[in-house]
């Protein structure tokens, strides 16, 4: 999928506190999912590709007895541990290579936001599945366009449409693989012709593999503040162009609602 991890990046890292409010909800509605006091019961909990621990704050409210953040960017996993302190693991790795850390001991693994950037799914699966102890969990969610779902609503089709004008502009400014990437994907959610993203059916089929079956499915209508998806668009931006104001003119070009909608499927996996 992606061909690089954006989040390596130390002003994004830096800039993403400013986008709080996006990812906290996102996190906020999986964990209505996934019953709170499943979580509270468990003993190892792994925040996998935690960023800057918005998830993790979501988590901690429910006081797992313990918490490890696995993140492969630096600048990310810094600005967590400055924001959470002590109390909390922190190793830097990725789901491919998590599974050297832990000794098929964790319970429940939460990859909230994630799911889309992990670039070798074959060997994270396998990784996964080595870390989770039998009928441990695996919890993640997966958005549009990365995702593909049967229906979309008008108003969460003016937000991917908002999004393919950015990415494209973005792109018209400084060429790079990953925007060009993003914007012809964003198109083809829009037109209903996504081809390179995740389905449900083909996710049932292929966790299986590795001995994980889906336990729970849900698939939510949200909604965050416009202001927001201005923030998340001058942090994107400033991982791929130096010229602050050839970006701001880009965005202030961009007419939103007030509201930006959009849809999140909540996958709850299950090692036998
Ligand atoms: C959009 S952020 C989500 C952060 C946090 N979970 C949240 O909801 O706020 C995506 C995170 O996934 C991390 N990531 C990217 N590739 C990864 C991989 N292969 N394994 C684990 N994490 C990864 C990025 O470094 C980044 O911190």
């Given at each position: 999928?992606?061909?690089?991890n954006?989040?390596?990046n ?19 509605a ?10 509270q019961?468990h003993?190892?909990?792994?925040d ?18 313990k ?6 960017s ?49 060997s ?26 049967d ?29 060009a990437y ?11 012709t ?5 389905f449900?059916?083909?996710?049932e ?40 104001e ?6 202030e070009?961009?007419?939103l ?5 959009f ?5 709850v996996?299950?090692?036998?």
């Open positions: 999928m992606a061909t690089q954006p989040f390596e130390k002003s994004t890292s830096d800039s993403y506190q400013s986008t709080d409010l996006v990812y906290s909800t996102s996190a906020k999986i964990l209505n999912v996934f019953a709170p006091d499943l979580l019961t003993a190892q909990v792994v996998l590709g935690a960023g800057t621990g918005v998830s993790t704050a979501e988590i901690l409210k429910y006081k797992p007895a918490l490890t953040i696995v993140e492969p630096m600048a990310m996993l810094e600005n967590a541990a400055s924001v959470l302190g002590p109390g909390i693991e922190y190793i830097h790795s990725s789901a491919e290579k998590m599974f050297e850390h832990f000794d098929s001991n964790v319970d429940l693994i939460y990859a909230c936001n994630c799911f889309h950037l992990f670039q070798d799914l074959a994270v699966l396998a990784s996964i599945s080595c870390t989770l102890k039998p009928k441990g969990f695996f919890v993640f969610n997966l958005t549009s366009p990365a995702f593909r779902f229906t979309l609503t008008e108003t969460q089709k003016l937000a991917i449409k908002a999004n393919r004008d950015f990415y494209s502009a973005l792109n018209q400014l400084s060429p790079n693989d990953v925007l993003t914007s012809d994907l964003l198109q083809k959610a829009l037109d209903g996504q081809t390179q993203v995740y449900k059916d083909q996710l089929q292929i966790f299986p593999s590795v001995g994980i079956n889906l336990s729970n499915y849900q698939e939510q209508d949200l909604e965050y503040p416009s202001v927001i998806q201005k923030n998340i668009w001058r942090m994107m931006g400033q991982s791929f162009t130096q010229d602050q050839a970006l701001s003119k880009i965005i070009a961009i007419e609602p007030s509201n930006i909608a849809k999140q499927a909540v996958f996996m299950q090692k036998v």
